[in-house]
């Protein structure tokens, strides 16, 4: 089963020093996150953004990190 990523937290302490990103977010000059994507062959988790249309690789989270996922709960 699949599910859509819409926010990941990078960071032992959530609260406090935790990096957050969410789908939408502006970031990076302009750019906004399109994308929060689970690689379940190598567990690592990416983060894609877009700016004019053109979607690139931004970010690469292993799973020797401490991450929190939230899910997109749209039905």
Known sequence: MSHVIRKISIGSDYKNDAMHYAVGQQVYGGHEI?????????MSYSV????????????????????????????
């Open 34 to 42: 399109s994308y929060i994507l689970l690689d379940e062959s190598e």
């Open 48 to 75: 894609y953004i877009k700016k004019d249309n053109e979607v690139l690789p931004w970010k690469k989270f292993n799973s020797n990190m401490a991450i929190s996922v939230e899910y997109d709960l749209k039905y």
